[in-house]
């Protein structure tokens, strides 16, 4: 294991950074704001796509390929825009030009998606009202797909220039304050998303956005999306006014010119990453396996396994479907609640407990909660559990168990946030490394998981042919392997440090 470290060096990228310009607390939380408008159509994504997907002709078994694009975006994008951010010497600072410029390309992804089925409509698919018709519309699909795509390079975009930004304002108030923040507008962000994917009644207040192409779900998710755009532009105005950069000094970032760039650069930085920063790695990717069976797959889950409906089935069948799927998000949304609650308990037990400690601990956490979705969707199922009396009672029990579940994983979520960022940005200050750089090949641990359980998820649900289940209950096991890997892997690092370094390596 490392040793202890006491951190309270600079870092950045293209020689020594920019001096921090002196922010408040309040500063700090909008300059923040345009995490909680990235996050907001995360949320949606989330919750409302990968079933959305299925009632255009895509099948189950393939969602989760479609779930590829985010982690090759995120293992080439945001390293590649990590490093560059590091050596931007626009006058607008070294992140904001990415974080608006991936803001505006979201706005435009998003609603395309939310217009996929009118796009398709316009393009051949059937002319039959959307009320009569339920078979594949391609055309639809192929827009769906283009747009979600293009939604995940943006959101990329922006992630990583967005945690540097609040590493290089943070200053005074440390990772953990920065961190926390972040966190907070996450969850803030969640929440309002959440929301809107839990109602139904979006087509009611904008009857307009329904056609012929666009039934009532379909408004729904399209009436959602145009509010999230809104949303986005107003927290990116905000942030580009609060966030006060110094440009880097062209001089400074000169000094890199005639360097590897681009990918090259990321695999020269795997060659000299601080000291206990591959157990980290290993660490992250391990964690995020056990993680991205339930973020992928939640509400389709609740949708399919507790309320026994398919989006593709008879008339009863789809509601039964929709209606999970909107509690899903609404369960989503109250765990979205727990996540900012907690996100501010993270910092004293962690001085407390030490990160390792906590990291470990939530882990384990995780461990039970991934069984326990398996079990409780096998027992709705039918699997076991025997004959009941009363099976009104018994359905009532196990929704109202899965929504539990859903909000109770908001803690351990929190963790995931904030704890292996604050980990890495404390190890790249002991290297005098990029935070940008370092944050992007970490990025690389969490989106190579992602592909796996995207390639993966679909083959191994269909072999034991129980949906969601069999990804669920691997989840269970990797959170596990996690654990014992974190007890084992991670460095010690000192309690005390924990808030003294900033994300970006700084005082």
């Given at each position: ?118 796009i ?6 059937t ?32 992630q ?56 009532e ?14 949303f ?5 105005m ?15 970032a ?35 396996l ?10 389709d ?143 690389i ?17 269909e072999?034991f ?40 390596g700084?005082?």
């Amino acid at each position: 294991m490392a040793d202890h470290m006491e951190l309270s060096v600079e870092s950045g990228g293209g020689g020594r950074p920019p001096p921090r310009p002196q922010i408040s607390l309040v500063g700090l939380f909008l300059a923040c704001m345009v995490a909680g408008g990235v996050q907001y159509g995360w949320a949606l994504q989330l919750s409302l796509l990968t079933p959305y997907v299925q009632t255009l002709g895509i099948p189950h078994a393939l969602t989760s390929v479609m779930w590829l694009c985010g982690p090759i975006a995120g293992l080439i994008v945001q390293p590649c825009v990590g490093l560059s951010s590091d050596k931007c010497a626009s006058p607008l600072g070294r992140r904001r030009p990415f974080i608006l410029s991936g803001c505006i390309v979201i706005s435009i992804s998003v609603v395309i998606v939310g217009f996929s089925s009118d796009i398709g409509y316009a393009l051949g698919d059937t002319k039959e009202d959307c009320k009569d018709y339920t078979g594949p519309r391609y055309r639809a699909a192929a827009a769906f797909i283009l747009g979600f795509w293009l939604l995940d390079f943006s959101n990329n975009t922006v992630q990583g220039p967005a945690r540097a930004l609040m590493a290089d304002l943070s200053g005074k108030h440390g990772p953990s304050a920065a961190n926390a923040i972040f966190v907070s507008w996450m969850a803030i962000g969640n929440v309002l998303g959440y929301s809107s994917g839990s109602t139904d009644k979006w087509h009611e207040w904008f009857p307009a956005l329904r056609t012929r192409a666009c039934c009532e779900a379909c408004a729904n998710l399209k009436a959602a999306f145009l509010v999230a755009v809104i949303f986005l532009g107003f927290s990116t105005m905000v942030t580009m006014i609060f966030a006060k950069e110094t440009p880097l000094d062209p001089e400074l970032a000169k000094q890199g010119e005639g360097e590897a760039t681009g990918p090259l650069a990321v695999i020269k930085g795997l060659k000299n990453l601080p000291t206990g920063m591959p157990q980290v790695l290993i660490v992250t990717g391990l964690t995020w396996l056990s993680w991205f069976p339930f973020i992928l797959f939640d509400t389709d889950w609740m949708g399919r396994e507790i309320y026994h409906g398919r989006p593709d089935g008879s008339p009863a069948e789809i509601a039964a479907f929709q209606e999970g799927v909107r509690q899903g998000a609404f369960g989503l949304l109250l765990n979205s609640v727990l996540l900012g609650i907690s996100s501010f308990m993270i910092e004293p037990m962690c001085r407390k407990l030490g990160p390792r400690t906590v990291w470990v601990a939530s882990q384990v956490l995780v461990c039970i909660a991934m069984a326990l979705v398996a079990i409780l969707g096998a027992w709705s199922l039918g699997d076991f559990g025997g004959n009941v009396q009363d099976v009104a009672a018994t359905e009532k029990g196990l929704k109202t168990s899965a929504l539990v579940l859903f909000v109770f994983l908001g803690l351990p979520f929190a963790v995931l946030c904030s704890v292996p960022f604050a980990v890495t940005a404390q190890l790249a200050a002991s290297k005098g490394g990029g935070q940008g750089l370092c944050t992007g090949i970490l990025n690389i641990a969490i989106v190579t998981p992602q592909m796996i359980v995207a390639i993966g998820a679909g083959p191994w649900d269909e072999l034991f042919g129980k949906g969601n289940i069999p990804a669920f209950a691997l989840a269970s096991v990797f959170a596990f392997t996690s654990a014992v890997a974190g007890t084992i892997m991670l460095p010690k690092m000192s309690k005390s440090s924990f808030r003294s370094v900033s994300m970006g390596g700084g005082h």
